[in-house]
């Protein structure tokens, strides 16, 4: 098995689910894959859809007690067979055409990721811009700021390097878990390749996170502590 695209749902409506997975499958037979829909604690009516869907499309799916998206992605790790692991959202959607397998030795491939304000209509195209090569040292610079790395998905990652270096989300952490596990690849000092073209397009509403931030503001500070702590520790390693 090539790829493992590991996909963690929650109470996501089948329209989107079906999105992503049929944009999964327009890989059609280029290469060897798996897709593994990790079910973390949907209600039973959601679960009992997603389980015909997932037989109707051949794709491996567990469910599991609810324990957050990291924990979640952790189990979808275990469970993956393929060399290489791609992580998708339930409710965004994946750019098959502009997918390659990596070159031999690669540990880590980048993209770039395209922004969706589905309210607005509005696009931005996050990217590397101005990188000339990609290797740890060149790219720490860039997880400073908000950008293609804030996401861990638009990536491909070697599951043995990952397994190497014990590579896995924090479970504690609510908000900048994606810049966390990305910046535990970098600092580990991967084989890096970066294509500059967009992989995954981020589909969101800004109403959504002001919304999570007013029900949930104090776990949000100590997010946003965690990421200035996760990025002192990143400057400390970066040569400006």
């Not at 810049?179 to 690849?185: I, M, R």
């Not at 397009?201 to 029900?215: H, M, P, Q, V």
Request: zero cysteines; aromatic letters at 12%; hydrophobic letters at 35%.
């Amino acid at each position: 098995m090539e790829v493992s695209f590991i996909i963690p749902i929650f109470n996501n409506s089948l329209n989107d689910l079906r999105r992503v997975v049929n944009s999964v499958r327009k890989l059609k037979n280029s290469i060897s894959y798996e897709i593994l829909l990790i079910d973390d604690g949907s209600k039973d009516n959601f679960s009992v859809e997603y389980e015909k869907f997932s037989s109707q499309y051949e794709i491996k799916y567990f469910k599991k007690n609810n324990s957050g998206v990291s924990d979640t992605r952790n189990y979808g790790l275990k469970k993956s067979t393929g060399k290489y692991i791609v992580f998708l959202d339930a409710d965004d959607q994946f750019k098959a055409k502009n997918f390659v397998l990596p070159q031999d030795n690669t540990d880590l491939v980048v993209y770039n990721i395209e922004r969706e304000d589905v309210e607005s209509g509005k696009k931005t195209i996050l990217r590397l811009n101005n990188l000339k090569k990609a290797t740890e040292t060149t790219v720490l610079p860039y997880l400073l700021k908000d950008g293609v790395f804030n996401f861990v998905t638009g990536k491909i990652y070697l599951k043995k390097f990952l397994n190497k270096y014990q590579i896995e989300f924090d479970p504690k952490i609510a908000v900048g878990e994606d810049l966390d596990f990305v910046s535990q690849v970098i600092l580990n000092k991967p084989k890096i390749q970066y294509i500059d073209k967009v992989l995954y397009t981020y589909l969101f509403k800004t109403s959504t996170g002001e919304e999570r931030i007013r029900r949930h503001p104090l776990q949000n500070l100590n997010d946003a502590i965690n990421v200035y702590k996760l990025r002192k520790t990143i400057l400390s390693k970066v040569n400006i």
